[in-house]
């Protein structure tokens, strides 16, 4: 309902909800400015050319590659057609798309990773949760195919331990493919408490990509 459109729309910019999206997730497109009336027409576009079915004001897609997205809005009454303005979107590194560990434990008393040491990495946390995500700015360099000793250390009562390693840098711990050290106990069995530390070997295995990844 309402009066027909008139004149030649201007959707002015193409806005998405994220530009640096990781690769599989959901992006929703739209447009700056609304055109008002009846006998609105809409068309999206990527880089591949019109997209099959996407004809409402906005658009929800799963990106998988770097791509450029705008929407030809047409008014049916006066036959005149304006684009938005092409907004192009860069995937962002695998390195920044690992699904986010929880932030809060039921009970800071016991059960919580005091200490990993891997190579040149050698870092105490506090209680923060039965996972640790350490900033990328802590790294360190190993061999592959070479046995590399990690040491890992409990506080409260004695754990077990598992450690991923994203070997293809795909953003993704695979199991069990990634896990390259699973259920190791840290601690003596029983209900002793107190503070225990583990050590064992890890080995990146050759086929791994090179350059630097998530543990």
Known sequence: ??????????????????????PGSVISLSLQNATPGSGVSFQWYNSAGAISGATSPSYSTTVTAANTYYCDVTCTTSSSTGSSTPI???????????????????NCT????????FGSINNTSGCT??????????????????????????????GYFDVFVDLNQDGIFQ???????????????GSSFGSFTGSTNITIPTTATAGQTKM
Do not use: K
Not at 110 to 117: A, E, H, L, S
């Open 129 to 158: 949760a039965p996972h640790i995500a350490y900033p990328s700015t802590i790294t360190t360099s190993v061999t592959a195919g070479v046995a590399t000793p990690i040491s890992l250390s409990t506080v409260g009562y004695s």
């Open 110 to 117: 016991y059960d919580w990773i005091g200490n990993v040491t």
């Open 88 to 106: 192009a979107l860069a995937l962002s590194g695998f390195i920044n798309c690992y699904c986010v560990p929880p932030t809060t434990f039921y």
């Open 175 to 189: 199991v069990p493919s990634e896990r390259l050290l699973t259920d190791f106990m840290v601690g003596p069995t």
């Open 1 to 22: 309902g309402g009066a027909p459109c008139s004149g030649t729309p201007n959707p002015g910019n193409t806005i998405a909800s994220n530009t640096s999206p990781c």
